[in-house]
């Protein structure tokens, strides 16, 4: 927008701007209809608005955005050496995680299994689903198991190569899963937020960038845009950023789209369903480094479904829709953490 347009919009509410309010609303129009909207229900208002005036009624956040993690993706193909190390990474954090359930009695590596034990627990990784055959693994072999009826729904949402803890008891012919645990994520008695309002836009869509927020998140093709305090930032996509200690996961979706018939519908619903198993992207092409030690506070991601909310033990899932359901925009408030949806289909 150029300095004649912003003088004018001002103009025809009465207002005058000094030269460096001009050159602030010229460089910043997506500020100016927020501004006058607040200077509107001032009860006495200057002629001319001032720097000070700006700062007054348009604070700038105080809020630091930190990127605390990525996740590259690796095109490159990897060595058997490389992915076993991955795979066996991966399967070392889980299984330590799982060590300490009650609910996995009698916890044993599948080259003990013998003729004589008859009920115990592996904790081990999907290698192939088969109905209702699963072969599992663990550094020391591999087992055939069969899944028993109670549980075949539950076993619906196993992928490959995700590790979880199976409660078998042994026949003459069999090996069944009786129950299945997996990681999920532990219930956070301390909800993160800032001491101040921090009003924070995600959205897919650039056109509610007029909308009052501290900080703006436009989630676009490869790359996330975060709008604060007028400066523009290109963020990756995925990552973990830090504002004032509430961890926030931010994706496109584009890579859950191909768990969607088994995870869920929503974005939201997959992303909940590969947290619960504490992982990002188990398939090709494989994303480095993908066992979230540390659950972040917040989760937003794009791309397919309908938008939904989903809170799950003091976690919260965002979904912003698709252009095949509906597109919305959530604002969220850190220090409440409570969110308000914003339709973009008006």
Known sequence: MDAAEVLKKFLTQGLQLDLESLNFFTTSPDKINIFLETIGKEAVRPS???KKEIQKLLPESDAKIKIVEMFPTIHETLTVEEMTEMFQKQYEQIKKLLSNRVDLPNTISINKISDRIKQFSVVATVLEIDGRI???EDSTGKISTRLAAEVEQEAGLLILDETAGFVCEKTEDDIIIKKIIQPDITFKKEIKKTTEDTLVLFS???KIQEINAQIKFFFQQNEIKVIMN???QILPDPCIIDISDVKIF????KDLENFKNKLGVSSARVLLNLVKKRLLHPSKPFIRDTFFEEIPDIFVVNF???AEDIKYKGTEFLSLGSEDSSRVGWIVNLRTRENVK???DK
């Open 48 to 50: 001319t608005i001032t």
């Open 134 to 136: 699963l072969t599992l």
């Open 204 to 206: 897919p869509s650039e």
């Open 230 to 232: 007028s400066s523009v």
């Open 250 to 253: 931010l994706s496109s979706g």
């Open 304 to 306: 397919f479904g309908e």
């Open 342 to 344: 914003i339709s973009l």
